[in-house]
């Protein structure tokens, strides 16, 4: 299991095993994934807003694929809300079957 982390300085993602950062990405696909957020971060950056890394995806890595129809946008602010969520109604999730990220933003499939 990997721990990805949008890296806003590197427009990349960072690949993390526990707390160490093992590499970056622009393009990766995680299975069987669920979503992390650090609460007690995300408590302090609303107080001094300034960001940190408190919210990663969690999942097996995969041979990359290309991403077919119907995947669902996913997106994390820990200004809206303590929890990740869909892009097109606002619904907060915790697991999907597949995570594809790309540079456009991260898409998922089967998410609830």
Request: glycine residues 8%; positive net charge.
């Amino acid at each position: 299991m990997i721990r990805v982390a949008r890296n806003l300085h590197k427009k990349q993602y960072s690949l993390r095993e526990g707390k160490k950062v093992v590499g970056y990405a622009t393009n990766l696909t995680l299975q069987n994934c669920t979503f992390e957020v650090n609460e007690t971060t995300r408590q302090r950056i609303l107080r001094t807003r300034q960001k940190e890394v408190h919210a990663f995806v969690v999942g097996e890595p995969i041979e990359d694929q290309t991403m077919p129809e119907g995947t669902i946008q996913i997106s994390y602010n820990p200004f809206k809300q303590g929890k990740f969520y869909r892009k097109d109604n606002g619904e907060t999730i915790s697991r999907a079957s597949v995570i594809y990220f790309t540079p456009e933003g991260v898409f998922g499939l089967e998410v609830s």
